[in-house]
């Protein structure tokens, strides 16, 4: 029996399984249920063309991340970007981030957008939802033209239902001067918000930092291995091979919902109920290869209705790399929740027709096509999810289980969070009271064997 088993071999995974052997922790054992290891942050190599699961692009923000990357990937690998991204709305690409960056817009809505601004409700009372939210902080000619379409179209979802909580951090706030001086004159992307900079491997995708972390852990990672039944009162894992696994404590980045479907509870407890409850959207990525240079940005907004995209992006002006010299490697991204696999095709087949059209691309340019469903994407901020959620972790905590990590979280997170959450976990099982302490400064060899 491993003391702790660890579920899902992507970046929170691969980050507890490194903190622990940082600790001289081996009583474990990682299960991965694909062949390779590094979750959404693989990447897909084919015909010459590297595509990640969309843009997956680094932000180093954290003193520790910083030190992390260092050691474990090194900056030399990396190149330091600053963002080149845009909207396109109006027929017209205006610098990201929107609300600074009016410049080039119809005058009408360059005028809505400000007089919404200095006419938007103020009040002292903390706003519930999304649209009370920008309505409070941006005003309804922002919220017209950028912000509503936009997330309607990120989240797939009635943006009623939707709380501020994930905002702060990934929608840069402004001031009237900053949205004046940005309609009068030339851009002013450079260092605003989250994203302005960011860090990229130099080769082989964004796979290539994951894959550095997985060369640093000691102990065999056993790949191919899907868990199919969790018993959290008896503490096994069993697996679709059907290997059976006993633990003590239970580390799992799965998808909370997949873990709650496939839990043995007691009857006493009722987790399952709330797998209905939990929602998130699916995002279909579709990749092209390209035998031309089609754009020299990072990545394009599109906020309008009529496109069934939210973005797409260019992973050849990440890295230079990712496709053959004077061709370009790209993604385009559209959501949904749970539409009709007659409905997916329809959005993918004006999506790609749409791209064509809109990077003038002949169908003899097109090198080579892969289309990605990424089934959990970006989870729901819903009320439902604010009152609820705690709970669950508690529940799971009381019976050792510790659902970390984006999807095992139930969040909005990045890469860097990735690696801080592998870390808080272990620190907070190695701070468990001495007589359950599985801190061991020993190294004995792991005695895991790959089934
Ligand atoms: C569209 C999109 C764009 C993104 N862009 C960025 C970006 O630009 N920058 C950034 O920092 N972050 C970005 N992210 C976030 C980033 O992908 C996540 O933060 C990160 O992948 C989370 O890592 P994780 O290990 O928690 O989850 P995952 O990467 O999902 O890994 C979970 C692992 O568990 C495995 N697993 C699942 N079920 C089982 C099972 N039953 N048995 C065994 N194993 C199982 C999976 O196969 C997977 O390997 C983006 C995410 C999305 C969806």
Redesign the pocket.
């Known amino acids: 029996m491993a003391k702790i088993v660890i579920?899902?071999?992507?970046?929170?995974?691969?980050?507890a399984a490194y903190h622990l052997e940082k600790k001289g922790f081996v009583d474990y054992k990682l299960?991965?249920?694909?062949s390779e290891?590094?979750?959404?942050?693989?990447s897909i190599y084919q015909d010459g063309f590297t595509f990640?699961?969309?843009?997956?692009?680094?932000?180093v923000g954290d003193p520790y991340f910083r030190q992390f990357i260092n050691d474990v990937v090194g900056f030399e690998n990396l190149e330091i970007i600053t963002r080149r991204s845009f909207i396109y709305s109006h027929g017209v690409f205006t610098h990201y981030p929107f609300q600074v960056n009016l410049h080039g817009l119809p005058p009408h809505v360059i005028a809505e957008c400000i007089e919404g601004y200095v006419t938007r409700p103020v009040s002292r009372k903390k706003p519930k939802s999304f649209p009370q939210w920008v309505m409070q902080s941006f005003g309804e000619g922002f919220a017209k033209h950028f912000f509503m379409p936009y997330q309607r179209k990120i989240f797939a979802h009635d943006l009623k239902n939707i709380t501020t909580s994930w905002t702060g951090r990934f929608v840069p706030t402004t001031s009237l001067q900053q949205i004046i001086a940005g309609a009068l004159q030339k851009p002013n992307d450079e260092l605003i918000g989250y994203?302005a900079q960011?860090y990229y491997p130099k080769v082989d995708g964004?796979a290539f930092w994951?894959n550095k972390l997985a060369e640093t852990i000691k102990a065999p990672i056993h790949t191919n291995?899907?868990?199919?039944k969790v018993d959290i009162t008896n503490k096994v894992v069993t697996?679709?091979n059907g290997h059976v696994e006993p633990y003590d404590q239970l580390i799992?980045?799965?998808?909370l919902d997949?873990?709650l479907d496939?839990i043995v509870e007691p009857s006493s407890s009722s987790l399952k109920k709330a797998i209905p409850k939990l929602l998130c959207n699916k995002?279909v990525?579709f990749n092209l290869g390209v035998s031309r240079n089609v754009s020299d940005k990072h990545w394009i907004y599109y906020p309008e209705a009529q496109y069934p995209f939210y973005r797409m992006g260019f992973y050849h002006n990440f890295a230079a790399s990712n496709a053959p010299a004077g061709y370009s490697s790209l993604y385009g991204?559209f959501s949904h929740i749970n539409a009709s696999k007659k409905k997916v095709a329809e959005m993918l087949a004006t999506s790609l027709a749409a791209t064509k059209k809109i990077l003038g691309i002949e169908d003899r340019e097109i090198v080579t096509e892969k289309v990605v469903h990424?089934d959990?994407?970006?989870v729901i901020y819903d009320f439902w999810r604010e009152k609820h959620l705690a709970k669950i972790h508690q529940q799971l905590h009381a019976f050792g289980v510790h659902s970390?990590?984006?999807?095992?979280?139930w969040k909005?997170?990045?890469?860097?969070?990735?690696i801080l959450?592998?870390k808080k976990a272990i620190e907070q099982l190695i701070m468990l009271p001495a007589h359950q302490s599985y801190y061991m400064p020993a190294a004995a060899p792991s005695s895991s064997k790959i089934i």
């Open positions: 579920i899902g071999a992507g970046p929170t995974g691969l980050s299960f991965e249920k694909e290891t590094g979750g959404l942050c693989r990640d699961y969309t843009g997956h692009l680094l932000h994203n960011f964004t994951v291995c899907s868990v199919t697996f679709a799992t980045t799965m998808p997949r873990l496939i995002v990525n991204e990424i959990h994407a970006y970390i990590g984006r999807y095992g979280e909005y997170s990045s890469m860097q969070e990735a959450d592998g």
